[in-house]
């Protein structure tokens, strides 16, 4: 049967909106997925048509409609599946605008700025039947599948501690003196947590929550604690103790640490002498996952009897030969691979395809706890954003 086409629209036209689109352009069959296809059809940006424009030709999708207004381009009837990649104090107003406008979303992460905006967009997802995720792109990965099925398989025991990291020495005071960078502007919600915090938070839920069975889960209780970043007041630096409740018969309760920073680094020597960011520990064993955590590529499973298995996980891609460069920021990968957003894009769009409304392994009730956690976390560090990017109001121009 020739692959379901799925056509998509890019709201936004920053660095990680490019990254996904550039992504699309790699066929699925390279990755073993012959039910669908992706065809980027349009993309927005709010500075200007022009913008997006040259978003297109450089994403290399020359034929796709430029929008210079997100209000005009939801309305497009050719888009099955809108990516929205603006900033984390955007995505409740962007996502909004799209569900109303009877449009599947796929929105980056932080979801949104707090829970409640989470549980308002999933409720306006059901109400107009259509399918919303929150693009955590990593769940996807299988490296992710690989470590889950080594936790639910009990190949090391009964896991009782996690530990995950996604920290960047980034020099606050150098790299966002001006405070104007979305990394550190509480006006669009910056700060380490949200932007990586998240990422380690990923890590704990995937591991100690989701491998649980559905019925079982629990909100872990939550001990957090911030240090601010002077200039803005954001959270340069955020350690979260979790404890997360299970029964007895699945070995009771475990702990996890999540940590982020933008000031200390969790792989200072980008992949010299740098340990795990992620250690998953049980009782017969253990899994490390090696940074970065939002794309890892090894693993080593090391186990009380002394085995010890390392893997590597290659992005797929077109491969050498094909001209294609894909990456983020300074970081771009060897000629061919893929920097693995199309995972993500394939499960929207098989989602979309067979009907279904949520993503397999990151739901909307599992966004809306992991929004919960980061709600608290912010309580107990002090960290509170501008009510305009708080509110549940909606239209509210930003
Ligand atoms: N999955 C990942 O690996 C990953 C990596 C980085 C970031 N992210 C997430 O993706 C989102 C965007 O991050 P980014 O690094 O791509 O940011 P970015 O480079 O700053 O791009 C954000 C884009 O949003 C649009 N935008 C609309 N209103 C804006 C405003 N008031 N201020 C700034 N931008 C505005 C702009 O596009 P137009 O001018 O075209 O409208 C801008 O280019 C964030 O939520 C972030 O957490 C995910």
């Given amino acids: 049967m020739a692959p379901k086409e799925i056509r998509w629209g890019i709201l936004a036209t920053g660095g990680i909106a490019r990254t996904f689109t550039k992504d699309l352009t790699v066929d699925p069959t390279t990755r073993g997925v012959t039910k669908v296809k ?43 599946v809108i990516y929205i990649a603006t900033p984390h104090s955007h995505h409740y107003q962007n996502a909004m605008l799209c569900l109303e406008a009877g449009k599947n979303v796929l929105c980056e992460k932080a979801f ?28 996807w990965f299988p490296l992710s599948i690989y470590v889950r099925e080594q936790i639910t398989s009990g190949r090391i025991g009964t896991v009782y501690r996690v530990q995950a990291d996604l920290s ?12 104007k960078n979305r990394m550190v502007n509480l006006e669009l919600a910056g700060g380490a947590q949200l932007d990586l915090g998240i990422y380690a938070l990923t890590w704990c839920f995937q591991t100690l929550y989701h491998t649980q069975p559905a019925s079982e889960r629990k ?42 920073s933008i000031r200390v680094a969790t792989d200072p020597a980008n992949g010299i002498a740098s340990g795990p960011a992620i250690r998953i520990q049980g009782d017969k064993g253990e899994i490390q996952v090696f940074p970065p955590a939002f794309r890892p590529v090894d693993t080593r ?4 009897d002394g085995t010890v298995e390392d893997k590597h996980w290659e992005q797929p891609g ?20 893929g920097q693995g957003m199309f995972w993500e894009a394939d499960e929207a769009a098989v989602a979309i395809f067979e009907g279904r409304k949520e993503g397999s392994f990151l739901d909307l009730a599992e966004s809306i706890v992991i929004m919960e956690t980061m709600d608290e976390i ?19 121009a930003l």
């Avoid at 424009?53 to 290399?60: H, S």
């Avoid at 939550?222 to 029964?247: C, I, N, W, Y």
């Avoid at 912010?378 to 509210?396: C, F, H, S, W």
């Fill in 38 to 80: 992706h065809v980027v059809v349009a993309a927005a940006s709010s500075s200007s048509k022009t913008r997006a424009e040259a978003f297109l030709k450089e994403c290399n999708w020359p034929n796709a409609k430029a929008y210079g207004s997100y209000e005009e381009f939801v309305k497009d009837p050719n888009i099955d």
């Fill in 112 to 139: 949104t700025v707090n829970a409640a905006q989470a549980k308002k967009l999933a409720e306006k997802a059901r109400e107009k039947n259509l399918f919303l995720m929150e693009a955590v792109w990593t769940r």
């Fill in 168 to 179: 960047m020495a980034d020099n606050p005071d150098k790299t966002y003196a001006d405070g």
């Fill in 219 to 260: 909100p872990p209780k939550v001990q957090a604690t911030m240090k601010h970043f002077s200039v803005t007041g954001s959270d340069e630096s955020t350690t979260v103790l979790l404890t997360f409740p299970r029964s007895e018969k699945l070995g009771g309760d475990a702990h996890a640490v999540a940590m982020s």
């Fill in 301 to 304: 499973v090391i186990l009380s």
């Fill in 318 to 337: 077109p491969g050498k030969g094909s001209g294609f460069y894909n990456g983020f920021g300074d970081t771009i990968q060897p000629e061919g691979v």
């Fill in 378 to 396: 912010r309580k107990q560090g002090g960290l509170k954003y501008p009510d305009k990017i708080e509110t549940l109001d909606y239209p509210v």
